[in-house]
């Protein structure tokens, strides 16, 4: 299935949250092969992004090492520009969606983040 960056940035958290769940030992074995699957094009495209942050943004006070990119700073429209190019960019992941009980609670909004990566 193709997924953009920007999908997989946006189902990273609840896909963690998800993970917590106690569920069946297939489901449980589909979702983590999904994650790591996913793992394998979030982690480079987050470095592209903390790139960016260094390039375009500014030195978080008291905390060496670390960026901050915003709307004030003066490389944010570069940066914005920048990152919507790598969020819209697409990749093939070829994954079996997981499959959970319909007697698992998951709140609305991570089933929205979550929609292509699951059946119930």
Not at 34 to 48: G, N, Q, S, T
Not at 98 to 111: A, G, H, Q, R, W
């Amino acid at each position: 299935m193709k997924l953009t960056i920007a999908e997989i940035f946006n189902a990273r958290e609840p896909m963690n949250e998800l993970a917590k769940a106690k569920l069946p030992v297939k489901s449980s074995l589909s979702l983590l092969k999904l994650i790591r699957k996913l793992e394998e094009h979030y982690e480079p495209a987050d470095k592209v992004k903390l790139g960016l942050v260094q390039t375009y943004g500014h030195p978080v006070e008291n905390q060496p090492g670390n960026f901050s990119c915003g709307p004030a700073d003066k490389g944010w429209p570069k940066f914005w520009e920048e990152f919507g190019e790598l969020v819209s960019q697409e990749v093939e992941v070829v994954f079996e969606p997981v499959k959970l009980p319909d007697t698992l609670e998951i709140s609305p909004f991570t089933l929205m983040a979550l929609e292509k990566f699951i059946t119930i």
